[in-house]
């Protein structure tokens, strides 16, 4: 079965400067990877997926993520930080692999601080 | 992009009551809903999944007889949570996914509702 690690329960960085969000994942197959933030008390919002093609894959609000075969990663990116950007994110996999179900699975989420 | 709307988003209901919690997707056809639900501090938890048509697929843990979950069209989805107790008070999501049955298509989340039992 799939499954993705967020090592990082927080990450504080000041405004202005690059934010890196870490996303690690396991699929039997190739996969199919998400990033979604989620804000106090709302739903989640969806900021970018990696399907096929470049492994350099921009998203809504100048997020970027890029994947990494080799690595397993799929790290969360933006070069300079926004208050704003302040949330929870959430990494999500998906296998298309043989033994692959209909399932997306989430990390555990990493909570984004941005300092002023 | 895509909308899912969730309703209600705020729900208090007695212990020993049902509430249903509805998920439609406004603007595109979703085969396949996915309810989700988040402990506080926690991930989304995967409920089930709900196919248009045919019975919901649950996960292991997750009790089909007190969560009952109906996905009757293309643009709705339900979720009955049955003799409610306090410890079912949490916040639940649901998802579509847009587009055919291509395993790329992007998810899209309702605003979640939040369920208080007491």
């Known amino acids: 079965a799939q499954s993705v690690a967020q090592p990082e329960d927080q990450v504080n960085v000041a405004e202005g400067n690059p934010l890196t969000v870490k996303c690690t994942y396991s699929v039997s197959g190739n996969p199919y990877l998400f990033w979604y933030v989620q804000y106090p008390n709302r739903g989640l919002q969806f900021l970018l997926k990696?399907?096929?093609?470049?492994?350099l894959v921009k998203g809504s609000y100048g997020f970027e993520a890029e994947f990494n075969k080799s690595q397993t990663s799929f790290h969360l990116k933006k070069p300079s930080a926004l208050v704003s950007d302040s949330a929870l994110y959430f990494c999500?996999?998906?296998?298309?692999?043989?033994?692959?179900?209909?399932?997306?699975?989430f990390g555990k989420g990493t909570r984004l601080h941005i300092l002023p | 992009g895509a909308v899912v709307s969730q309703h209600p988003s705020r729900v208090i209901c007695k212990s020993g009551t049902s509430v249903k919690i509805e998920c439609r997707s406004l603007d595109f056809q979703a085969t396949t809903m996915f309810w989700y639900r988040q402990f506080p501090k926690k991930s989304l938890m995967l409920m089930a999944t709900s196919n248009e048509g045919s019975k919901a697929t649950y996960e292991q843990g997750v009790e089909k007889d007190k969560f009952l979950i109906n996905h009757a069209s293309l643009t709705l989805s339900t979720l009955t949570v049955t003799s409610a107790h306090p410890e079912d008070s949490s916040f639940y999501i649901c998802?579509?996914?847009?587009?055919?049955?291509?395993?790329?298509?992007?998810?899209?989340f309702g605003e979640g509702s939040w369920l208080t039992v007491v």
């Open positions: 999500a996999v998906r296998d298309t692999g043989m033994n692959r179900d209909d399932k997306i699975i």
């Open positions: 990696y399907i096929t093609g470049d492994n």
């Open positions: 998802s579509a996914r847009s587009g055919g049955t291509s395993s790329g298509n992007t998810i899209y």
